[in-house]
């Protein structure tokens, strides 16, 4: 099934669109924070400090952040169609604090030692 759909040469083209893109993302993300991380380290203080390092750590923090909105409006949605869960009539799963918990959203990594 794969040597099928990678013989079409509509697969083949987007397949080698894919990797040209990601290995462009990767180039100019390399050099972007190589950039950024010289800068927060060499320049000693600067007045956007906070803000850079909110920045860069900000990749690490949306994806766990919208994963949680996900299943938020997923939980909700399943309450309105089918009533589970019941909301305050039902004490909270063993899993929810788990699901709910990120090891970055609690603490993002800081680029420099304190």
Same mark, same amino acid.
């Given at each position: 099934m794969v040597?099928?759909?990678?013989?079409?040469?509509? &697969? /083949?083209?987007? /397949?080698?669109f894919s990797?040209?893109?990601a290995?462009?993302?990767?180039s +100019?993300? =390399?050099v972007?924070?190589t950039l950024?991380?010289?800068?927060? +380290?060499?320049? !000693?203080?600067?007045?956007?400090r906070? !803000?850079?390092? %909110?920045?860069?750590a900000?990749?690490? &923090?949306?994806p766990? +952040?919208?994963? !949680?909105?996900s299943? %938020?409006?997923?939980?909700?949605?399943?309450?309105?169609? =089918?009533?589970?869960?019941?909301?305050?009539?039902?004490?909270?799963?063993?899993?929810?604090?788990?699901m709910?918990?990120?090891?970055?959203?609690r603490?993002?990594?800081? %680029?420099t030692?304190?």
């Amino acid at each position: 099934m794969v040597r099928r759909a990678a013989a079409q040469p509509s &697969v /083949a083209r987007a /397949a080698w669109f894919s990797v040209r893109v990601a290995a462009a993302n990767a180039s +100019v993300a =390399i050099v972007l924070g190589t950039l950024a991380a010289n800068a927060l +380290v060499r320049q !000693g203080r600067i007045r956007a400090r906070a !803000g850079c390092e %909110l920045l860069l750590a900000a990749p690490l &923090v949306i994806p766990d +952040v919208i994963i !949680g909105l996900s299943l %938020l409006l997923l939980f909700v949605a399943m309450q309105h169609t =089918i009533g589970w869960p019941d909301g305050a009539d039902s004490p909270p799963s063993p899993s929810a604090p788990s699901m709910s918990q990120s090891s970055y959203a609690r603490d993002p990594p800081r %680029l420099t030692d304190p």
